[in-house]
């Protein structure tokens, strides 16, 4: 029989009136409407206060064994407060399937508030997937598009949430990110979320509120198996064994977890229902302010910190002191620029936990201490095969640190006699931000221009106000930018490498007539392209990081090529259609290279 909570949730879900419509208007209603209540079965949550707290004790004996802390910034929000008066929504990355515990724990203690969690299907396996669901876990499918009823039994579900005043919290990415870089943002779930909130105003006045969540694992338990991925393994589907054998990681050290809440963004309904197109573009509005608040709020951890210099080598390595004095100015420019950090790396605390992280990476066999002793310091280098796993965390700060990497590229082009006038330095700046624009989400051409002069004119101590002025700037005024932001001068290096060498295999590809019809398959392409990147490896010219090979780097450089017009996909065959453009573009790509090569300006300002 069910019970009152149950009988309450079903009435309001079948209720809601497009789902009360779809019903009715079947064939056979009785069925409709048995259909619908077994999706809001597989759908709903089964929330337990008795089982929350008990994991909740069980975690507190558990997580101290994994991670160092969990730390929680909430921008002075007071959850509580919010949910008195409006609907909440919670919207972090993400990164682990530790964050599913990670965001529920630390808003539990804070707020002695649960959140009703959305989770893929993939996670309701038995045991994990009933403790979940007793904790404010609901499950959804990965695909529903065709199936109507379901779409609009989980929009009613979350109709029944936002109603009872239910916090509500979604990944907005959909899935893990692979590469440590935030994920375009899937607009399924704030669409639905839009139309139900849409249809609740008209009963009650209360404000839908959307909180970006960022979240940072100084450590992410499933790195290898991320890094395999990227390299071209298979996702292994999640099972009861794969989720349990997180546990077997007590002997690897995670360092700490680091939360942070974004500014909150209140969504304004029109009217008068909105149409299909209004909606979508509303929808996506909406997914990108949340995006950009989440990426805005992404911290410098120790680990991203390491990962930036020690990444900075291709092979080599570095001793103690000079690791310290890279990432202190590196963190220099953040506190300039305010970039945010972790608390564990204010001055007072940054050697130890740099130190701390260290010891993180060498204990779970990603960095090789080389020698014993060289004049009282020990030399770090990353292992060849841990490089794609330490990409990840630079990737998670990367974004960060755009501009002033791309100033760097300016720099030795001004030196180098490639730019001469402003239409050459904007042409290059936009020329860059095109190459970035399939690897990262980036600020708008206007944000672009502003942010560029403004990192200029700190580092030059006095005003430009436009690319003209920036043009004039002397000698000593350009050396001292290069001391500003030499450090990030190769920080984009292995997406340079992995579009040249992209572009030598489009060539071979086509010089060496392996296309069929004039098309090529991907498998043809990648299997080029991995031959290639080996080969010019080898011979250490121009290619000399081994993380610019990956899966995700390679379709974002296809889809690079697709932009600038000079290869076209038609039903799943690439099409190589301007060969004589694309040839002037790999020797502009590797002529920039060279000049990254011989025209150093690493200064560091010490």
Known sequence: MLGSTETKMQKIVLGYPKLKERIESRENPKKEREKAIKNLEEIRSEFSSRTIKSFLKFLDATLPKLYDDINFNGLNSNIVELMKDKCVVLVPNHQSHADYLAINYIFYKNYQVPLYVAGGVNLNIFPIGTLFRRSGCFFIRRSFASDITYKLTLEAYLYYLLKMGRPIEFFFEGGRSRTGRLLSPRYGLYSMLLEAHYTLQQEQDTPLVFIPVSIVHEYVPEQKSLAKEVKGGKKKKESTGQLLGLFKLFAQQFGSIHVRLGKEIEV????????????????????????????????????????????DEPSGALIWQDIVNKSSAIMNYCRKFDIPFTENLSEEKFECSLERAMDILIGNKKVDIIGREHEGSNFYSIKEDGRQEILYFKNTILHHFLVPAIIGDAWINLFSGEINTVKDLKDFFLYQRRQLKHEFYLPT???????????????????????????????????????KIGIFS???????????????????????????????????????????????????????????NSVPAVKAALKYYQGLGLIDNEQGQWKVIDDAHLRQHIAKLGKNLRDQLTLNIRALDQ
């Open 268 to 311: 304004r309904h029109p009217l008068t229902e909105p149409d299909k197109e209004e909606l979508k573009k509303s929808t996506q509005d909406l997914a990108f302010k949340c995006f950009r608040e989440v990426g805005r709020n992404m911290m410098v951890t120790p680990t991203s910190l390491l990962a930036m210099v020690l990444l």
């Open 445 to 483: 051409v206007k944000e672009f221009f502003y942010t560029t002069l403004t990192v200029v004119s700190e580092s030059i101590g006095r005003r430009v106000g436009s690319l003209e002025e920036l043009m004039d700037l002397n000698k000593q005024e350009l050396y001292q930018i290069a001391s």
């Open 490 to 548: 190769r920080a984009l290096s292995f997406i340079g490498e992995t579009h040249y060498v992209a572009g030598l295999a489009l060539r071979d590809i086509t010089q060496h007539g392996q296309q069929e019809h004039g098309h090529f398959k991907i498998e043809q392409f990648n299997k080029k392209f991995s031959d290639l990147h080996d080969e010019q490896r080898n011979l250490g010219r121009l290619i000399r990081y081994s993380e610019s």
